[in-house]
């Protein structure tokens, strides 16, 4: 029988665990999905524990946003795909019906694409969550362009290496700030043009260094929180801020008179819209066969130990690379 990962109760790892039920029938413009490989995201977590944004019904609730597979089955009307095509799944919004933690899901044909040729299932199944969340706030909201130079915080983590290479396929110009200077040389190998570490510099006196007094045109702020006061300062006199995420749990203060256009991004905006995720699959199938895109992968579990992948995610201890289960 199937399994699927299932939790009946908010709290820690624990509360997950493996159930078998059949498969599901795909609908009229629905696939079914053979999962090969899933990656572990913060909203997993946070679906988990409670803290999610959207309500999380109980019980026997699944996960999974991203992951990669073949097609298994098809229903009426699902046209441009075959039994047996790999592919890779762009968004599940309502991932406590669908989740991707099984070995099957059915989701509408929109919600998948063809897998990048050249591409592994241990990468595809990492790369879509980060590298659509750095396009689409980028590219999508910020209309970045060759020669932009952009700060992009929280950048050892995974979108935030995923923003670096984004901005290196566009020809822009990143800058990352991280808190440690020890990751410097990490974020240098992994395409930053140049790196503030937090803990040994200013990031506005080090941004405008870095951009010949000009400050950065677009700043990506995964972060949030009182620092953004700081991000605003850093960035260019009518440039733009994205932000993208939620790693700072304090409110993030409203500025007395913004130079920067303030936009806050919602990746599901984006990946539940069939035009944009085409536009981000080609974007990525041109980045993988060039070679400048590639998810950080730290380390990959079996189905039978994703208790212990969620442990070593809550943990901090992948260091912003992505933590991978393969079916």
């Known amino acids: 029988m199937p399994r699927i990962v299932v939790f009946d109760e908010f709290g820690g790892p624990e509360v997950m665990h493996v159930v078998e039920e059949p498969v599901t029938e795909p609908g009229a413009g629905e696939v079914r999905v053979r999962i090969e490989a899933f990656a572990v995201n913060p909203l997993d977590q946070m679906m988990r524990a409670g803290a999610s944004p959207a309500p999380v019904p109980l019980p026997h609730a699944r996960l999974g946003v991203e992951g990669t597979g073949v097609v298994d089955a098809l229903g009426p009307g699902a046209d441009g795909l075959r039994v047996d095509d790999p592919v890779v799944i762009a968004a599940i919004a309502d991932a406590h019906v ?26 595809a199944a990492a790369i879509w969550v980060a590298f659509s969340t750095a396009y689409g706030a980028l590219v999508e909201k910020a209309g970045m362009r060759p020669g932009d130079h952009v700060l992009v915080t929280a950048a050892s983590g995974a979108v935030g290496r995923a923003a670096i290479q984004v901005a290196r396929q566009i020809g822009a110009v990143p800058i990352a700030v991280t808190r440690h200077a020890a990751r410097r040389d990490e974020l240098l190998a992994a395409g930053a043009a140049a790196v503030v570490a937090t803990d040994r510099e200013n990031v506005v006196e080090a941004v405008h260094r870095h951009t010949g007094g000009a400050g950065a045109d677009i700043v990506l702020d995964l972060v949030r929180g009182p620092g953004q006061l700081e991000l605003l300062r850093a960035g260019r006199p009518g440039g733009t801020l994205v932000a993208a ?32 995720v085409r536009r981000m699959a080609a974007f990525l199938n041109a980045g993988v066969r060039l070679g400048a895109l590639r998810p950080a992968v730290d380390e990959v579990f079996a189905l039978t130990d994703v208790v212990e992948a969620h442990r070593r995610f809550e943990k901090g201890l992948h260091g912003g690379r992505k933590i991978v289960v393969e079916l």
């Open 98 to 123: 669908r989740g991707s933690y099984a070995d099957y899901t059915t989701l509408p044909t929109d919600q998948v694409f063809p897998r990048p040729a050249g591409l592994g299932v241990t990468d």
């Open 245 to 276: 995420g939620f790693l700072d749990p304090r409110p993030t203060p409203a500025p007395e008179s913004p130079q920067l256009t303030v936009i806050n991004y919602r990746g599901f905006e984006h990946t539940l819209d069939p035009a944009v």
